[in-house]
Nanobody, 127 residues
Framework: QVQLVESGGGLVQAGGSLRLSCAAS????????MGWFRQAPGKEREFVSA????????YYADSVKGRFTISRDNAKNTVYLQMSSQKPDDTAVYYC????????????????????WGQGTQVTVSS
C-alpha cells in the first residue's frame, strides 16, 4: 500500500502561481510513476501531468504544457506540481496518484494506470 497526501492548494489570481506537493509513504519502492489529475465541477477527472519515479521523465497534457512543471524528490518521496500563468480554467480539485504496475508506461494518462490516490486539494483561480 502507498499513502498519498496532497498539499499546497488555495486561491490564486489569474496569471499567478501555486505549487502542489504530494507526499508518499508506505511501499514506495514499488512505484513506477506518479501523476496529477484534476476534476472541475461538472466535468470528468482529467490527466494533467506524470513523472516516472526512477528516470524522472515527464509528461504533460496539452492544456498545461509550458505552464506547469512536475518534479520529484526521491529522498523525500514527494512529487511537486509547479503551476504558473494560471487561468480560471485551471480551477479544480487536484489529485495525486501513484502507479505500482508496469502498465503505467503504456497508459500513464489514464486513471486506470494508477493504483493509489490522494484525497485531493482544491485550486481556485480567480479572474
Amino acid at each position: 500500500q502507498v499513502q498519498l497526501v496532497e498539499s499546497g492548494g488555495g486561491l490564486v489570481q489569474a496569471g499567478g502561481s501555486l505549487r502542489l506537493s504530494c507526499a508518499a509513504s508506505g511501499r514506495t519502492s514499488g512505484v513506477y510513476g506518479m501523476g496529477w489529475f484534476r476534476q472541475a465541477p461538472g466535468k470528468e477527472r482529467e490527466f494533467v501531468s506524470a513523472i516516472s519515479w526512477s528516470a524522472g521523465t515527464t509528461y504533460y497534457a496539452d492544456s498545461v504544457k509550458g505552464r506547469f512543471t512536475i518534479s520529484r524528490d526521491n529522498a523525500k518521496n514527494t512529487v511537486y506540481l509547479q503551476m504558473s500563468s494560471q487561468k480560471p480554467d485551471d480551477t479544480a480539485v487536484y489529485y495525486c496518484a501513484a502507479a505500482s504496475g508496469r502498465r503505467w508506461f503504456f497508459s500513464r494518462t489514464l486513471q486506470t494506470a494508477y493504483d493509489f490516490w490522494g484525497q485531493g486539494t482544491q485550486v481556485t483561480v480567480s479572474s
